[in-house]
């Protein structure tokens, strides 16, 4: 048969690609020119080439084998998105692959370097002025607009706008103090005491003045408050806001503001200053004149022999608009103001051993089916690092995304409160063999039904906040059928009053299976919340001051609060998802009947065969009616064959946190019925698709 017109150019495309017998691949180079046919030879210059060509397979017909797009080492400025829709779209038996040569590291960079030769000495001498004099000689500027840079964005309360990075780290904004947090307190300064602590006298409710205090070196004085920004838990310990301040008297330690404060500041909050030039006094803050279009920075030692980065790219770095069958494998994702990855629907996508950092967020998986995140490194960000939501509540019907074998820590850096690790919505999504760690909150919070949470290693986490937990869900009564098993929770700092909890079950959450895993060095492991028909079981608690603890805010809270009363917001998801009627009532039939049975009330828990070792195990609910008021008669939870111990009840290796039970273990014998909880399957494993091996230990596990 003769080929004639463009089914001659699509066989001749094809045969150059790869040929008709294997995969079809394209090569992808810093070299290439997007003029090539995309071959090992003769490679394209960018990603797009390289989409345009397979869109040109696929104008024949659907593709009939798997095609590859080989993308070789080196760094890719991207300065917009990296676009994928759904005619891009590969097939179960033919699906389309983006990814690095092997043994080769490609950067996908969202910013421009700032060449060394550009930085100069601080010249004007407005500008020495404000700097301490300790550092005006090793202060030094760029002009950006002189080098074509003038879009900084709106640097906004936590983090907006321009971020520089210096080989991969990101660099702080000029901030005081150095360290830690300064307080404030409402109400006006008349005066200080002996420890110049401020006097204040209360302004009430309308008030716009705080006084404060700090510990270490006071503040310099500020010459402009344009673009200073006070970042902090100035409300709840759970809640980080960012105000401009009208005035600041250091002098006298007060803070006047162009709001009233209302109800905050009643105690000392903590707060801290950004983008104050004065404040540049450590290596490696930086200002920005965003009028002038100038940065100042006082250099890192390591600046000379590394490459100076800023972020450019405020959009996502790569999109998927309702691909299926679309692999990223083996890309480093790097200095973007937006988010690096979002996919949006579509199906059997996939983010495949990716580094993704100094970004604002990681990736986002919104809508379709089964798509996934697997043995990414995220790290460096703003805020949260994967979020998975999709599926039909009101249909029950799972959306099964998954994130499996990501290693993501140092997160939610500048928006520290309701950014977690990662972020679980809808139905039936799976998180498994994670390790995630170092943040200032959750590491995995959830809402919606039937999400399995297992195999995750999770430690220094909550660094920060309080009223929080490393895994947690709230304030709803039909988030239902969610398991979290075999997973390892350790050193879980303590924090002030409310505290931190390992996992969290806040306002009355409900149906949580809390099985088979092990909570070491913490305050309160487990956390009932008013809620009802949890099981806690099979778990291992050690060295935990309070393992299981419980209380009634649903009967408390009633009134005071309004959130439980009949007919108020925890009644309408009853109501909008029919929870009496299937298939609500077939999948949850406690839930079915719950409007029967006092909703408020903390009923149907279980706590059963848990073993708690030198830890200060007690009965949830006898401490619950003892500490709390507002009980009813029926009990809240039957508790039995709990085995307490102050001695290694047979672990492997405690001493390096092994924490496997020998066959030999006298819980077995003690505790009818424990299963042996798999812990040598917890955490990251390596794998064809995982990032970096081995994974850097910051402790035993």
């Given at each position: 048969m003769r080929l004639v017109g463009p089914l001659l150019a699509m066989a001749l495309l094809w045969a150059s690609a790869g040929g008709a017998k294997g995969d079809v691949t394209f090569y992808v180079a810093t070299d290439g020119n997007d003029a090539n046919p995309g071959t090992k030879d003769k490679p394209f210059a960018s990603l797009e080439a390289a989409r345009d060509a397979v869109r040109k397979l696929k104008r024949g017909g659907a593709l009939r084998q798997p095609v590859t797009v080989w993308i070789r080492g080196g760094v890719y400025l991207r300065a917009k998105t990296f676009q994928l829709k759904q005619e891009d779209s590969g097939t179960k038996d033919a699906p389309v692959v983006y990814r690095a040569c092997k043994s080769q590291k490609v950067h996908l960079v969202g910013g421009r370097e700032i060449k060394a030769s550009w930085l100069e000495p601080v010249k004007d001498a407005s500008v020495l002025?404000?700097?301490?004099?300790?550092?005006?000689?090793?202060?030094?500027?760029?002009?950006?607009?002189?080098?074509?840079?003038?879009?900084?964005?709106?640097?906004?309360?936590?983090?907006?706008?321009?971020?520089?990075?210096?080989?991969?780290?990101?660099?702080?904004?000029?901030?005081?103090?150095?360290?830690?947090?300064?307080?404030?307190?409402?109400?006006?300064?008349t005066g200080l005491d002996p420890n110049r602590?401020?006097?204040?006298?209360?302004?009430?409710?309308?008030?716009?003045?705080?006084?404060?205090?700090?510990?270490?070196?006071?503040?310099?004085?500020?010459?402009?408050?344009?673009?200073?920004?006070?970042?902090?838990?100035?409300?709840?310990?759970?809640?980080?806001h960012a105000w401009t301040p009208k005035q600041i008297d250091p002098e006298k330690q007060q803070?006047?503001?162009?709001?009233?404060?209302?109800?905050?500041?009643?105690?000392?909050?903590?707060?801290?200053?950004?983008?104050?030039?004065?404040?540049?006094?450590?290596?490696?803050?930086?200002?920005?004149?965003?009028?002038?279009?100038?940065?100042?920075?006082?250099?890192?030692?390591?600046?000379?022999?590394?490459?100076?980065?800023?972020?450019?790219?405020?959009?996502?770095?790569?999109?998927?608009?309702?691909?299926?069958?679309?692999?990223?494998?083996?890309?480093?994702?790097?200095?973007?103001?937006?988010?690096?990855?979002?996919?949006?629907?579509?199906?059997?996508?996939?983010?495949?051993?990716?580094?993704?950092?100094?970004?604002?967020?990681?990736?986002?998986?919104?809508?379709?089916t089964n798509n996934g995140v697997v043995g990414c490194d995220i790290y460096d960000l703003e805020a949260m690092g994967v979020r998975l939501s999709g599926g039909d509540r009101k249909t029950l019907t799972p959306a099964g995304h998954y994130a499996v074998n990501n290693h993501i820590h140092h997160y939610a850096l500048l928006h520290k409160t309701w950014q977690?690790?990662?972020?679980?919505?809808?139905?039936?999504?799976?998180?498994?063999?994670?390790?995630?760690?170092?943040?200032?909150?959750?590491?995995?919070?959830?809402?919606?039904?039937?999400?399995?949470f297992e195999f995750n290693n999770m430690h220094d986490l909550c660094l920060e906040m309080s009223d929080v937990g490393v895994i947690g869900c709230g304030t709803n009564w039909t988030y239902r059928g969610n398991v979290i098993r075999h997973n390892l929770i350790h050193h879980i700092p303590k924090r002030p009053y409310p505290g931190v909890v390992g996992v969290y079950l806040d306002n009355c959450a409900c149906s949580a299976d809390i099985i088979g895993n092990v909570f070491y060095k913490m305050t309160k492991p487990v956390m009932i919340g008013g809620g009802r028909d949890n099981i806690?079981?099979?778990?291992?608690?050690?060295?935990c001051e309070i393992p299981v603890y419980m209380d009634?805010?649903?009967?408390?809270?009633?009134?005071?609060?309004?959130?439980?009363?009949?007919?108020?917001?925890?009644?309408?998801?009853?109501?909008?998802?029919?929870?009496?009627?299937?298939?609500?009532?077939?999948?949850?039939?406690?839930?079915?009947?719950?409007?029967?049975?006092?909703?408020?009330?903390?009923?149907?828990?279980?706590?059963?065969?848990?073993?708690s070792v030198r830890s200060g195990w007690s009965d949830p609910e006898a401490v619950c009616r003892k500490t709390f008021s507002t009980h009813v008669?029926?009990?809240?939870?039957?508790?039995?064959?709990?085995?307490?111990?102050?001695?290694?009840?047979?672990?492997?290796?405690?001493?390096?946190?092994?924490?496997?039970?020998?066959?030999?273990?006298?819980v077995y014998s003690m505790v009818p019925g424990f299963k042996k909880i798999p812990f040598e399957k917890i955490g990251l494993y390596e794998d064809e698709y995982r990032a970096t091996w081995p994974v850097p230990k910051d402790r035993p596990q």
């Open positions: 002025e404000r700097l301490e004099p300790g550092v005006r000689a090793r202060a030094r500027q760029v002009d950006l607009k002189a080098h074509g840079i003038t879009d900084y964005g709106e640097m906004g309360g936590h983090a907006g706008g321009l971020k520089l990075f210096c080989n991969g780290k990101r660099l702080p904004l000029a901030r005081w103090p150095d360290d830690g947090y300064a307080l404030a307190r409402r109400g006006k300064v602590v401020p006097k204040l006298i209360d302004e009430g409710k309308t008030g716009k003045t705080v006084g404060f205090k700090f510990i270490g070196d006071p503040p310099n004085r500020w010459h402009r408050l344009e673009g200073v920004y006070l970042r902090g838990y100035w409300w709840e310990e759970y809640c980080f803070i006047t503001f162009g709001h009233t404060l209302r109800d905050y500041l009643m105690e000392w909050r903590r707060f801290y200053a950004v983008n104050v030039l004065e404040e540049m006094d450590r290596p490696g803050e930086w200002y920005l004149d965003r009028k002038a279009g100038v940065f100042y920075l006082l250099p890192p030692p390591h600046l000379a022999k590394g490459r100076l980065q800023a972020s450019m790219l405020q959009d996502t770095m790569i999109a998927l608009d309702n691909t299926s069958y679309i692999t990223i494998r083996g890309l480093t994702l790097e200095v973007m103001r937006g988010g690096a990855v979002i996919v949006g629907g579509g199906a059997h996508n996939l983010m495949a051993g990716c580094i993704i950092r100094n970004a604002k967020q990681g990736v986002t998986v919104a809508g379709g977690p690790g990662i972020r679980v919505q809808g139905v039936g999504q799976r998180v498994a063999h994670n390790r995630i760690h170092h943040a200032p909150q959750y590491a995995i919070s959830y809402d919606g039904n039937d999400h399995l806690i079981r099979n778990n291992v608690f050690i060295e009634n805010r649903g009967l408390r809270w009633e009134t005071r609060w309004g959130h439980f009363r009949p007919g108020g917001p925890m009644y309408k998801p009853l109501r909008e998802f029919k929870h009496d009627q299937p298939p609500w009532s077939t999948r949850y039939p406690k839930l079915a009947r719950i409007l029967d049975e006092m909703p408020q009330a903390p009923l149907g828990n279980i706590v059963e065969r848990n073993v008669d029926r009990g809240y939870t039957k508790m039995s064959d709990n085995f307490v111990t102050d001695e290694d009840p047979g672990f492997v290796d405690a001493a390096s946190m092994d924490f496997e039970l020998r066959d030999d273990s006298i």
